[in-house]
């Protein structure tokens, strides 16, 4: 058999497939052709991009101002209900659908990558669950999204220094004070010397009030010389 019949096998195999079990776009839901991966192309170069990685004063900063002091904060892309935004983070957080985060990990990492606001980092901290949710979620989407960014930026990734060890409520349908009060004091680190002198850059799936990142930051903002970054992968206007 050779290499080429080899190859229109192969192709053929993945028609047959897909002619059952189409691989779709997870923002739109149309069927994918075989050089589009996760989403359409058309998806794609729509992707509602926030630019905020070029500026260091932008809107995502601005939430934290006067909470915490942080080097640098942004999102990739703006969340809206209904929106392909919305799909997208569903597919990963309750479809389990961990190639999503990985893949818009790996493009947000590649922009980030373009801002001497995020040239230092030392390592990328995905914002932890609680082992007990964890286990019932089976993964952290959290970690999936620090994945593709790792890649990306080269950095490693530290999942298990920075410890949730308290074990609360959903914050979706919290008010801002309930929000922050549900998460205050709730995180810690294990060992403080393995982040001294480090630039962290702490990661969550979607910024809505910024309780839960700004909670993860105070024990790292504790550790001497240790400056602190945040990123989420989209942002969701209150």
């Known amino acids: 058999m050779t290499k080429k019949s080899t190859l229109f096998d192969r192709l053929w195999i993945t ?10 776009c997870h923002a739109c839901g149309n069927v994918l052709n075989q050089q589009e991966e996760i989403i359409c192309t058309s998806c794609y170069f729509k992707l509602p991009k926030t630019g905020f990685h070029k ?8 939430i934290f101002w006067g909470r915490i002091e942080l080097n640098a904060a942004t999102s990739f892309l703006f969340f809206n209900k209904g929106g392909k935004v ?3 983070m569903h597919a990963l957080k309750y479809k389990g659908n961990k190639e999503v985060g990985i893949y818009l990990g790996r493009l947000f990492g590649l922009e980030l990558k373009e801002s001497p ?26 970690t999936v999204i620090a994945k593709g960014l790792g890649e990306a930026l080269e950095i490693p990734i530290s999942s298990d220094n920075l410890i ?4 609360t409520s959903t914050q979706t349908k919290k008010a801002r004070y309930d929000r922050w009060k549900n998460v205050k004091g709730v995180f810690k680190v294990e060992n403080e010397s ?8 702490l990661v969550d799936d979607v910024l809505t009030t910024g309780a839960t990142l700004e909670a993860c930051a105070h024990p790292l903002l504790e550790i001497r010389n240790t400056k602190v970054s945040v990123v989420t992968l989209a942002y969701a206007q209150v």
């Not at 028609?15 to 779709?24: K, S, Y």
């Not at 500026?55 to 601005?62: M, Q, V, Y």
């Not at 949730?164 to 074990?167: D, E, I, N, S």
């Open 15 to 24: 028609d047959f497939i897909n002619l059952f079990f189409p691989n779709v």
């Open 55 to 62: 500026h260091k004063d932008n809107i995502i900063s601005e």
């Open 86 to 88: 919305q799909n997208l």
């Open 117 to 142: 606001l995020f040239r230092s980092l030392d390592f990328i901290i995905p914002v932890p669950l609680h082992p007990k949710k964890q286990f019932k979620r089976g993964f952290n989407q959290s």
């Open 164 to 167: 949730r060890q308290t074990h």
């Open 194 to 201: 393995i982040f001294e002198g480090k630039h962290l850059l």
